[in-house]
């Protein structure tokens, strides 16, 4: 055997240990074993050491082996390299081995005596060591054909937004990647490895390509998806933690203080204390929908799973749409964008799933505040779903005489009595249409916020209320939106001014102090709890904030969802 020929039959081998070798690969291994004598003496003597290593872990840990070679073999095991059950069909056709050949590797390991076989394992630990350094080095030699001489390990499938540095030569969808750095200023791309690995980066991030199974990520998040790879494997190191997928779907991130953290989408993975896939101390699987974290001084925990804190691959096909110009889907990025952020409370899109429930999206509070719909009258009298701001969303209508609402559960986060931003999509079909779009209070009593339009005792006005004992209503000069139209209202208080925006503009602002503690109200859309100025229009979005966001943010919010 040349040089090139026993690193193709390395290649060859490993491939038939992991069990994912091709047709192809398997027709070309067993034409070279046919007619290389020590190309098969040294495929034997390699097949009788995965053999030893999987049949003898106990042996192994008896014996006393160096830690990190122990370490080593026991990785190669737990990590699936040690080769599966034989089939008949990859020893090859019986005739074309030598009589002495015919009994298989795992039948005649069977034979071995105890003092032999540990014997043989020292033997075959020193080939293992040696047969692996040599594999990975002449690998990687073997694939130095790219740019400058680096090791091509996939391509920049598509991208959006995206600016890099530290990049030679321009860099876009379809660039062929190489092993090496990079850094994704802002905006966000999508790698698919060469074994199919689909990785999506957000930037800012600094990462490192090692190879076509493992990257190195420095600072950022990315998300990856191995569910069309061959070899179901992917390994992401950080620089106190190492997570090993062994599932299908997975988000990583480390930030600015050293945190790596890791959420499962689907599948499950292993967080590892430490940078070293081979060494560590601690572990913690983590299964789907579950999160763990490493934080800067190596103490490993789990955290509370937040699946919009990662750009996956849906929202990261919005993004590409609206990147082509979409009304709609440019409102659907930013709608992914504002769910992630800590301060939302409460998010509703009024998308109809069919699952008669208005959804919470809101990323901190995923999985509550869910609302049910209702009607003062009876149960065949319940908000209807209609088109909504474009063909492909939905929104709600409501009937005031129907008595038509929508009620969310207290909660002690729902119940905010300090700062607070509230914002409502409405439409309205004539000029007296209007009521209590939304309310978090108790019934005839404390209010924590409540926001409305044109009742009947504040015509044309956006009426704010936040009262304790001592009712005080704050509305602003006049307003009269137009009907027929879609409008954005926005209410903040930091609880010394209030501030009234319509369709991202700064109405007015009034002076009102106001702090106490907060009461248990369950939060109605569409009512303030009575049968009073009950919501008679069209509602499309509601968002609460626990903080006041700035006009500039204000001004966003009806850009990107203006029709």
Known sequence: MDSFDRIRLNELIVASIDNDITSEQFAELKECLRNDPQAQDYYSKIIKLFVVLKENRAVLAEQNVDDEI????????????????????????????DESEE?????????????????????????MVVF??????????RNQKGIDGK?????????????WDNVSGPIGAGSDLYAGPMSLKKGLAEIVLSNGAEVIVEGPCEFKLESDFQIYLDYGSLVANIENTLKKRLVVRTGNATVVDYGTEFGVSVDLTGNTTTQVFQGCVELRQGSDPFKYEKTLRLEKDQGGQVNPYGNIYNVQSNHYEFVRK???????????????????????????????????????????????????????????????????????WIPGRWSRKTAMRFDSQAKQYIVAKADEKLNINGTVTLAAWIKLDTETDGGHILSNRIQKGSINYQLAYNVRS????????????????????????????????????????IKFYVDGELLDVRDYQFKTSPIGGDLYIGSDRTDVDMFQGVIGEVAIFNSVLRDAEIAEMYEKGRP
Do not use: C
Not at 106 to 115: F, L, P, T, V
Not at 132 to 141: A, C, E, N, P, R
Not at 477 to 493: A, G, N, P
């Open 103 to 127: 009994q298989s590797p795992k039948s005649r390991h069977r034979e071995i005596n105890r003092k032999t076989l540990v014997s043989n394992l020292y033997k075959f630990a020193a080939i």
């Open 70 to 97: 122990s370490q080593f073999f026991h990785e190669i095991i737990n990590d699936g390299l040690a080769i599966p059950a034989i089939r008949d069909e990859m020893i090859l056709d019986k005739s074309d081995l």
């Open 151 to 163: 090791q091509y390990l996939g391509k920049l499938s598509r991208v959006v937004d995206a600016q």
């Open 132 to 141: 692996f350094s040599i594999y990975i080095v002449d690998y990687w030699l």
């Open 314 to 384: 849906e929202q990261f096909n919005v993004e590409v749409k609206a990147a082509e110009g979409s009304a709609y889907y440019k409102w659907k990025a930013y709608s992914y964008r504002l769910r992630s952020r800590q301060d939302l409370v409460a998010y509703y899109t009024f998308e109809d799933d069919g699952t008669g429930i208005l959804h919470n999206i809101a990323g901190s509070t995923q999985g509550k505040y869910d609302g049910t719909f209702m009607s003062m009258l009876d149960n065949n009298s319940l908000p209807e």
């Open 458 to 497: 504040y015509r044309d006005k956006i009426q704010f209320l936040r009262y304790d004992q001592q009712k005080q209503r704050v509305t602003p000069k006049d307003l009269k939106i137009s009907t027929s139209d879609w409008h954005l209202l926005t209410v903040t208080h930091d609880n010394q001014q």
